[in-house]
């Protein structure tokens, strides 16, 4: 099948674009989750773990300690996931996709099927964890479809391969702004580019446009 930067589905974008950010306040506190550089070769992943989770009042959870049981714990049990390290992408299932976890595992978009998730707002940063697979009738099948079917509201995912740097950046400013409840996600994530884009040298959209917000926008 061909890999395209692809949204999920009419029902799938409908049955999250009216869904609301829940009765929390805000994401900080016990219910952020944040996890970094699982293979231990990726320092940038690691400091904006780091970051991110300083951020919204959390320890990072990094290296070998990003295991299977750690993320999906978090899935079911927090209203917040952060994942910084490497995406795997698949050309023949789009359920194959998924993220690396410590070791050689791997948590696939297959993975969660069947599995009801807490979180509301799960970010993955990374390198194409927004690709998807295009089936026919226009289904885009990855680890976005994979979060929203488990009940994740909103998902933040790359669509190319994005610069460490101004990645990590972005993403320290979206959780900064989307910190406040009264400012929706949608909004939070534009204010985060605009941030990076008028940064000297980050000009061009490879640095501040990677990042796609689906699900719900609130």
């Known amino acids: 099948m061909r890999q395209r930067h692809a949204l999920p589905s ?3 974008r409908w049955g999250h674009a009216f869904r609301g950010r829940g009765d929390a306040a805000g994401f900080a506190g016990g219910t952020a989750a944040v996890f970094g550089d ?19 009042g959390a320890m990072p959870v990094l290296g070998n300690e990003v295991t299977r049981d750690r993320v999906m714990n978090a899935l079911q049990n927090c209203a917040l996931l952060h994942a910084a390290g490497h ?8 359920f194959a996709a998924g993220l690396d976890l410590a070791g050689t595992d791997v948590l696939r978009a297959g993975d969660l099927l069947g599995r009801a998730c807490t979180v509301r707002l799960a970010v993955l ?29 909103s998902v933040v995912a790359s669509q190319w391969r994005v ?3 101004s990645m990590a950046d972005q993403l320290c400013g979206f959780h900064r702004v989307a910190r406040d409840p009264a ?10 580019a605009r941030g990076v884009r008028d940064s000297p040298g980050h000009e ?15």
């Open 10 to 12: 009419w029902r799938l």
């Open 125 to 153: 940063s990374g390198c194409d964890t927004g690709r998807s697979e295009l089936r026919p009738g226009d289904e885009a099948v990855g680890l976005i479809r994979g979060l929203l079917l488990s009940g994740v509201r």
């Open 38 to 56: 699982s293979r231990g070769n990726l320092p940038h992943a690691r400091s904006e773990a780091s970051a991110v989770a300083r951020l919204l």
């Open 183 to 192: 400012i929706p996600l949608a909004e939070a994530l534009r204010r985060a």
């Open 87 to 94: 995406g795997q992408l698949s050309t023949a299932d789009g």
């Open 204 to 218: 061009h959209p490879y640095h501040w446009g990677g990042f796609a917000l689906v699900g719900s926008w609130r």
């Open 163 to 165: 610069s460490d740097a």
